[in-house]
DNA sequence: CGATCGTTTGACAAGGGTCAAAATGCGTGG
DNA sequence: CCACGCATTTTGACCCTTGTCAAACGATCG
């Protein structure tokens, strides 16, 4: 049913969801074939499109296919703070229960598209595929408070990105020195816990310091692990057999 | 074979794993049967002993019975973060896959019991309660990350405070404006991503101003809802049917 | 009674916030 | 193709919350 296409110099777009899931467990195939169904009926959103309301019931486990997408709480006052971003690949609500409500909620930052996530029987590969996915995401907010508690701009910046470009990199939406970032320094702020002021002055220094550089909408680190180094970044490994 | 007691003025010292399940899920009487069978095989831990390391693979799941312990990762250069507490009734692991590494190292604050959490068939009450369990502890880790993202340290400190008392009291150890706090300042800080300095500083000053009293490893709120005006806490609901 | 751990205090430094305005970029309509 | 309007980035001056360093104080324990 689907044909493999060589033709052009182009690489073969595969799903993100297929290609993410299948680096986490070796699937079954027919698990494999369950996911390319439903990935056939996609749904976009358009950006700033607000796809789960906090404290409103989690219908469904979905997945994000195309675009980035924030979650986020919102204080009373207006203050906001960022819990972390949804990328191609990544589930929405798979940790879910019976009348399960949305612990906080998901914003699209640019045009995005979902798909239904199949159910997973107990047992199956897809099953165990989700159970990872869940702990990846619990293993990225437990850095997220490691980051916003104890480490100070710069690393926190550095940090983040370096994650960021490894989850990328998972789905093969980034190089081992660059990928597109497509948010503003406001939204970093409000991930990292600092002022927009803040994090423009700390970019700057950065790329002064020949640590990154940012330009039309794609990070490059010049010098990837004197990055590494300086954070003490280690990738995130939730499993005895992750890859590598 | 469980003989009720109702002798002297003591509370019955009910069970806090089946108290706080219960809560979260109505469960069957089989699986109540199965968690008061897994306590009866209980295990000591003195203060300070490191209960799951960092990296290492999680064989079981678990349950804190009684005592306290964190979660929490240390860096390279020493500075600490504490990701959350782990309270009577709360489990450890259970949101473990096949072959999962810790993400954070788990240590005891004081003397501390721990059971083994009885496996959960699929589709079971039990296994609802377990995943209820996760999404209560994905709340707090959210609420962690908003607290050190946006909050000053009077905020953290009162919100922290709030949220403690409250988990607390869904395994009956809280009164509705006291409850024990048998850490030191400097975990405080270590929680709070603050030091111990700014954390003795700021707890005078709430003192002061009739927010809390600490006395004998006791917090006191002389008027919680103020404080929790004084935050906007809520009450952490994870599902539709939560009590109250 | 010293030793040790935790709390408290003081003086000072600094990282990051605030406010406001200027520059730059960019999509859209004329 | 240009001009306008809006969003975003950048800069400057100033301030405040929190960190740092060091010492004193208090309680607990062998």
Redesign the interface.
């Known amino acids: 049913m689907t044909r493999i296409r060589r033709s052009g110099a182009l690489p073969l777009p595969a799903s993100p969801l297929l290609t993410r899931l299948s680096r986490l467990v070796r699937l079954a195939s027919g698990d494999r074939e369950a996911l390319g169904l439903a990935e056939v009926n996609q749904r976009r959103w358009p950006a700033r499109h607000e796809l789960v309301t906090e404290?409103e019931?989690v219908r469904e486990t979905r997945a994000l296919i195309a675009g980035w997408a924030m979650q986020h709480?919102t204080?009373?006052d207006g203050?906001?703070?960022i819990?972390g971003f949804l990328l191609p690949g990544d589930l929405i609500g798979a940790?879910r229960?019976?009348?399960?409500?949305a612990?906080?909620a998901i914003a699209a930052l640019d045009a995005v598209v979902t798909c239904v996530a199949p159910a997973a029987a107990?047992?199956t590969s897809l099953s165990?595929a989700y159970?990872?996915s869940?702990?990846m995401e619990?293993?990225h907010?437990?850095a997220?408070?490691?980051r916003?508690?104890?480490f100070d701009a710069r690393e926190r910046l550095a940090d983040w990105l370096l994650e960021t470009r490894e989850r990328l990199a998972l789905v093969g939406l980034a190089a081992a020195d660059r990928f597109p970032l497509p948010v503003t320094q406001e939204v970093l702020a409000?991930t990292?816990?600092l002022t927009s002021v803040h994090v423009n002055r700390t970019l700057q220094a950065m790329r002064r310091d020949g640590l990154l550089a940012w330009r039309d909408g794609t990070i490059t680190f010049p010098d990837r692990l004197r990055l590494e180094m300086m954070v003490?970044y280690r990738p995130a490994?939730?499993?005895?057999?992750d890859e590598a």
Chains 1, 2 share one sequence.
Request: no cysteine; charged share 30%.
């Open positions: 404290h019931p709480r204080l009373r203050r906001r703070q819990l940790d229960q019976a009348h399960s409500l612990a906080a107990p047992g165990e159970a990872r869940a702990a619990r293993h907010l437990m997220q408070v490691t916003l508690g104890r409000d990292l816990g003490d490994r939730v499993s005895l057999d």
